[in-house]
């Protein structure tokens, strides 16, 4: 994990479920791990995230909650810089952030080293996982939010779908031979 708030990947994403309410650091891991199931947010980074995030100004303690038998839990939200530095992160995420190369893509480029029978099987592996995702996305898509609230949601599945396409387009260029194979050896 990053050692600052400035460099972790879910700040952002924490600053986003406080812009929307309060919450306290339990309900803000539930709550990304509900909303973006891909992410797998572990509930200690969240409550460390938490405490960086409220060394460097950026959210504050409001008040104490506790439901039940269930211990305290201190409810956070943003400052006025936590609102700033949020506002300034996403303009500069949405104008500068890099199109990354992924592991697929690097793969890909060597399907040819497969046997032309194996590569379908496993581009269909890889399918089924891509549908996997997309079923979770939807089933963690809350249609009574405001389209904007999971407009990176909406991103991503179209991403996915559009993967998942190629891919079995891909599938049926190798099944019907229209896709010219390699001699062994010479992927």
């Not at 504050?60 to 943003?78: D, H, I, K, S, W």
């Not at 260029?173 to 992927?187: C, F, M, T, V």
């Amino acid at each position: 994990m990053p050692l600052t708030a400035v460099d972790n990947p879910l700040t952002l994403r924490l600053l986003g479920l406080l812009v929307e309410q309060p919450m306290h650091q339990y309900a803000l891991a539930v709550t990304l791990n509900e909303r973006y199931p891909y992410m797998n947010a572990k509930s200690g980074s969240v409550y460390t995230l938490v405490r960086s995030l409220e060394a460097a100004g950026w959210v504050a303690p409001t008040g104490v909650e506790q439901m039940g038998n269930r211990p305290a839990r201190t409810v956070y939200a943003l400052t006025d810089q936590g609102w700033n530095v949020f506002k300034e992160r996403v303009r500069r995420q949405i104008r500068e952030a890099k199109v990354t190369t992924s592991a697929f893509v690097d793969a890909l480029a060597y399907l040819g080293a497969l046997d032309r029978a194996e590569a379908p099987h496993v581009l269909r592996e890889r399918q089924e996982s891509l549908e996997e995702r997309i079923g979770e996305l939807e089933r963690a898509s809350d249609p009574g939010l405001p389209e904007i609230t999971m407009i990176e949601v909406d991103f991503i599945l179209h991403q996915l779908r559009a993967e998942a396409e190629w891919i079995r387009a891909l599938i049926s260029r190798i099944d019907d031979g229209e896709l010219a194979w390699p001699a062994k050896g010479q992927a």
